[in-house]
């Protein structure tokens, strides 16, 4: 992923190892089984993290789009009735938007230095699940062992500009059908193989 104008890698042991801390910090701050979790961030490695992150939780995932209009944002809220989200900073929403953001259980910001009574930022929700990994070191398991394949897993909501945004929502087993047919149709050698994705997130 490009950062600052310069390439970047991430392994695979220090990117799963990033979604166990990021899902028992989402524990450790009240993300419950079915609870809903928005995402207005742009697309990097850490999108996909909070993505995984909130389903692990048993959670559900719901990307917005980063610059969705506020009528859009307020519809999805309330249909949803998301309760969690991630944001970049506040200099990426409306101005209305940032007013209903008192509104949330809790506002997770990548920005440091971003912190109010529901608000607190992407370092600290790692440390939050550092701490509660150490009091509960089977934890993340447990919460990876609960899911079923029925569960809600994320909500996917058209753009709306054809009318009032729709929510298509996919369980953990539709997801998982998705990549085992695209397995089929795509063999995919992990010692040798290598995928660029250019789709935003």
Known sequence: YKKLGHWEHISTEE???KVRRLTLGLK???LEPGLKCGIIVPPSPI????DLAIMTNGAVSVPMFPNISYNNFNFEVNESSMKFLFIKNHNILEEGIQNKLKD???IITLDVGEESDNMINYIELLSRGDELSSLSPELYNTLFCSIKEEDLATIIYTSGSTGVPKGDNHTHKNLVSQINGAIQRFPIDPSKDKILSC???
């Open 47 to 50: 999108w996909i993290m909070i």
């Open 15 to 17: 990117f799963v190892e």
């Open 28 to 30: 450790a701050i009240g």
């Open 104 to 106: 949330f259980k809790k």
């Open 199 to 201: 789709l935003p997130l």
